[in-house]
């Protein structure tokens, strides 16, 4: 990218000294029609996920068919190596004796539903992503202090810069309205000495 050129927009984002404040925008934004946008706060605020419009999770779903794969592969493997693979007449005992195959089937049956639930939480939510574009904000960094930020994402159908930037400016309370670039911004070219000399020299 050449340094006259304007660099790809993440989104834009507002800034806001208080709850109240991120939660009147939020709810202004959604009926205005935007979709694509996320808040930023220090600790969790109840019901800001509602006003964003964010659906109920899948990842219960996940777990259930983890949990129901891992009992059933559990008590599967215990039928195969006693009944099948291997079977062996203990006391007279049936082969397929199925209350004690119960304590494995219910212990795989925890470990397949809990190594689901962190995989399905790490995909859903994108991670792990060592670097995302708001890090190029310098102000986002009061997102974990005292500051509660609204990001409408170019991703939007309804995104347009300019009259997205008009719409959160008429934000009440705001502090500020931030452009988001998806790359870092450009280090700055360092030029020795010597290269100076011989431009001073010349």
């Not at 592969?73 to 079977?87: E, I, K, N, T």
């Amino acid at each position: 990218m050449t340094p006259d050129a304007k660099p790809k927009l993440f989104g834009l984002m507002a800034e806001f000294a208080s709850v109240d404040a991120l939660f009147a925008a939020t709810r202004r934004a959604r009926q205005a029609g935007y979709r694509e946008m996320d808040a930023y706060t220090p600790y969790a605020v109840e019901g800001l996920a509602e006003e964003l419009g964010e659906g109920k999770t899948r990842v219960p779903v996940v777990v259930l068919i983890g949990g129901l794969v891992g009992a059933g592969a559990g008590f599967l493997m215990q039928y195969w190596s006693m009944a099948v693979d291997y079977p062996f007449n203990a006391g007279g005992r049936p082969l397929n004796s199925w209350p004690a195959f119960i304590p494995i089937a219910f212990e795989m049956m925890i470990l397949v539903a809990s190594i689901s639930a962190f995989l399905s939480m790490l995909f859903m939510n994108d991670l792990p992503r060592p670097h995302h574009p708001l890090f190029n904000v310098p102000q986002f960094a009061r997102a974990s202090q005292d500051r509660f930020f609204l990001c409408i994402e170019a991703t939007d159908p309804k995104f347009d810069a300019e009259r997205t930037l008009e719409f959160l400016s008429a934000a009440e309370s705001h502090l500020g309205i931030v452009e988001v670039p998806m790359d870092p911004p450009a280090a700055p070219r360092e030029t020795s000495i010597e290269q100076t000399h011989v431009a001073v020299m010349s």
